[in-house]
Structure formats: structure tokens, C-alpha cells
């Protein structure tokens, strides 16, 4: 079992003790960040523990270490004496911190004692050595917090952290590609994982404690839980995390869901074996590339020439697309099966998901055009399927082949950071904007003025309008967005992983 550590970066005691009762049933222990205390309440911190009803971590991080403390280290010991006055259970000190009488009184109290390393360049050469080398006495639990920059620093912390399972330790990888290790912490034997308060980031990659807790389920992982996850990149936006952990919650299935940033396939897939995956959803922009990983495939997969599902098999990954019938089911919610058939169609956009919308179109008799920026990929998709190609920019021939578009590039998709299914948040193209006032950049068909008869089929579900639909609806056309097919190919993905339908509840 993991515990579930709330962080708390609040500028007086009143405050924290409030984000604590927010979160107070997901949370197991609370680390309390004195370094982001205004000065006048560091003298109260002993009473802190005594009023919030869990085990308490008392950490004062310096500013080398990713914290706000910078006075002298004189100045720090004095406020952990005063501190050490209360009933804290834990205490933060970085292996270079020393001081005896200090250490002595955390010794008596049976305090426990997190020995923390921490890195912002990126995850050392020989991590193990690093961990190894972090005192360790029976009061004490080694702790090494890293930013990690890319799949292959991941996979050297997940082979270290692995190779210390059965030892009490906290191992976590900063930032989008170590997200991971913060949500399989059972599973790699973490004591702890941090978290904190929605909005209140302590460090880079903590999500909030409910989301640890009821998205991914972090009390009742195991180290044998199952793990299934999306890959691609940027990924932390995803649904697909919210989708599949509420639908295992539901059927009562153990196993996890994880969101996994991945720059180099090869390294993804080494570190898949570590934690052995089970199965993976592919999005952008691996739906392609993947398939030299796979063992064995179904026709969609052949026939499109994209894969965005992959499950183990005894003979190795096979792949599957469910892509093509995901698509083709909300468009059956607005026009009949037969609607297609000969309609003049264009698809924006070339890439892993135009494959299957092109042949899902083309299989059911549309006039398939497809308009892309790199004008050669559209060529050879289009050869590939027997129709007719454009640059972006030939807006008369968009005219020409409006009967519906179907928008299947990244342009206009939110590229923030929450992990699971909220809505992403910084400066990312989340808003709606008032009638014709769109961002610019963000719409790959600017120039086209829509007439209110076409159907507008935008791909992209982050956000829910994006400035391509919001121009459609304006001018009164049908529009779809790719929530549903979202959902439908999971659906079909949840079946193949667990065997079991999705729960309709
Ligand atoms: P991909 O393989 O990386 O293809 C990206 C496409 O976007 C290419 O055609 C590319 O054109 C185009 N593009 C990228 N930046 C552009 C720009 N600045 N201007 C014009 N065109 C640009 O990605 P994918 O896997 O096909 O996914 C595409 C989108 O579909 C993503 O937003 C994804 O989330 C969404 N999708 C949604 C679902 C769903 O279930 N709702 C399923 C699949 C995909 P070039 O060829 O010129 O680079």
C-alpha cells in the first residue's frame, strides 16, 4: 500500500487546515510546506498537527531544492527545533542537512525521517547508485524526486525503483514524462506520493488528491494491479484516463489506467515490459509508428495503415483500429447510414486519424477529398484510397466538397496538463469566443466561410468547440464533436482489454 500525501503550499495555517478539510477522505498523511508559510506563522507551527486529524510531514525545502526557503541554514535548524515541539509524525531533511542535537530530538520522538534527494536537471546515469547511496537506517526512508525529461530517463527510473520494490522508499519522476511513477506508486513499492490541493501545484506533475484517489484508484492498487495506459505526445490532456479507471471501478476490475508521454518508442516499449502492460490506447502521433511494434494485427489495422489500440497476446502486441467504426457511429446519430453515399466529403488533415476516417468514408460510397499542408502526404493517402487531393488552402475546392468536412488535424486541440479528464488549463484554446472573433492559428481552414448547409466533424474533443466548429455553428451547420467518437472506441478498447463490456451505467 502507498499513501496518498497532500502537499500543502498555503501562506498561513488557516488555509492549509481548509484544503485539508477539502480532500480529507482521499487523503492518508499531509506533508506541511513551511517554506511557503508568511514568517509570522512559522512560531505556530507546532500546533499545526494537533488540528488536522492525520499524520503530519514537516518539510522547510530550500530554494536549490525546488522550495521558497532561502535564509541560512542556522535560521532553518532553529525554526525545526520549534517545530519539533508539536506532534509531527514525519520531517523532511535533504542528506546534506546535518545537525546532531537536531537529529537526536527527531531520534527520541521516534519521528520519521525522509532523507531526500532532489534533481531539476534530470534523472541521474545510474539512479540505483543514487537511491543506494541515501542513508537508510529503520528511521529513515530514502526519498529521490528527479524531473524527468524523456521516455528513456523514465525507463532508467522505473528499472531502479523496480529493482528496490520490496524496500521502503519514495522514488518520483517530476514533470509530464514522470507522471507516471506518481500513479503506479504501488506498484513500483513507493511509500508515498504526493499530491496537492487543485490549482496549488507543489511540484511539477502532482495532480490533486481526489483524482489519485477515485480516477486512479491509488488505495486499492496493489503491486499486481493490472496497468493499461495511452500513449502519445502531449497526452496528460487526455480523457481516456478518466473513461477507462471510472469504467474498472465500475465492473470491479483491478486494474489501472496511466497517461504515459512518450518522445521515443523504443524506450516506451522497454519500459512496458518493466511494468508489463497489458494493453495501450495510441494517439497522436504514434497511430502509425507503432505498427512496427506490433506482432500480429487485425485488417483495419492493414488496411488503414494506423493502429490506435494495442493488447498483449501470448504471441506478442497485436494491434487493432477502432478508430474507423468510433467515427462512423455519431455521424449515424445525425444523418441515416445510407446519407453517405456519394456525398461530397473533405478531410482536413493527412495524419494517423485521416487514414481511418478516409477509409471509413470511402467504405460507406462518400467522394473523399483530402486537403492537407504537406500536399505529398495527402497524395499518397489519397492514392492509397482512390480519391482526389488538395493543398489546405484551395478553399474553391473545399466548396466544391462540403456537403460535410471532417476536421482531422491537431490544429485547434488543447495541449495543457491535466491528467485526467478536467478540462486543461493554461493559456490553451479552452475558451469560446464571441461570433466571428477567432484565434488565429487555430482553425486549419481559416479562409473558408462556411454556407450553414454543410455538417462540420471536428476529431478534436479538447476543447469541446474549437474555434473550426465554433465558425460552423455560427454559420448554422450540423456539427460534431469527438467526444462520442472518444468514447465509442473506448468502449471497444475496454472490451478487448478486460473482456468485459463497458458498465452502461
Ligand atoms: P497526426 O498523425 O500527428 O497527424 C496530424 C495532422 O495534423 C497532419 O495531417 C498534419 O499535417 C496536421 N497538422 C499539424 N499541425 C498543423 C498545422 N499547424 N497546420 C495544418 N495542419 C497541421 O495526428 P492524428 O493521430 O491523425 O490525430 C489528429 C487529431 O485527431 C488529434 O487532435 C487527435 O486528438 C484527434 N483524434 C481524436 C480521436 C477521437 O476519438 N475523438 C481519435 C483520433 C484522433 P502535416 O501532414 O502537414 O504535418
Known sequence: MSFICLSLTGRTLQENIEDVRRYTSHIDLIELRADFLFTEE??????????VPHPVLLTIRRKQDGGKYIASEKERSSFFSIAMRGAFDYVDFETDFEHTLLTEIVREKKIRIIRSVHDFDGVPEHPLQTIRSIPKTKQE?????????????LYR???ACLSVRNEEKIVLGMGAYGFPTRVLAPRLGNYLT??????????????DPQQLDAVYRLRSQTGSTAVYGVIGNPVLHSQSPFIHNTGYEKASIDAVYVPFQVDELIWFFKMAELLDVQGLSV????????????????????????????????KGWYGYNFDVEGFLHPLETVVDRQWLQGKKVAVIGAGGAAKSVVFALTK????????????????????????????LTDTERLKEYSDMLVQTTTVGMAMGSSPTGSHPVGDTPTGQHSPGTYPEGLNPIEDYTFQGHEIAYDLIYTPEKTPFLQKAEHAGCRIINGTSMLLEQAKQQFLIFTGVHYPES
Open 141 to 153: 526512508i530514502p526519498k529521490l524526486a528527479v524531473m524527468t525529461n524523456s521516455s528513456s530517463e
Open 194 to 207: 504526493f499530491c496537492s490541493p487543485a490549482g496549488k501545484s507543489a511540484a511539477p506533475g502532482h495532480i
Open 364 to 391: 460507406r460510397g462518400a467522394d473523399v477529398c483530402i486537403f492537407n499542408r504537406t500536399v505529398e502526404k495527402a497524395e499518397r493517402l489519397a492514392k492509397r484510397f482512390s480519391c482526389a487531393f488538395a493543398p
Open 157 to 159: 527510473l522505473v528499472e
Open 42 to 51: 512559522i512560531p505556530h507551527i507546532h500546533r499545526f498537527p494537533a488540528l
Open 283 to 314: 494517439t497522436v502521433p504514434y497511430k502509425e509508428n507503432v505498427i512496427q511494434w506490433l506482432d500480429d494485427s487485425a485488417e483495419t489495422v492493414t488496411v488503414t495503415g494506423a493502429c490506435n489500440t494495442m493488447a498483449r497476446s501470448d
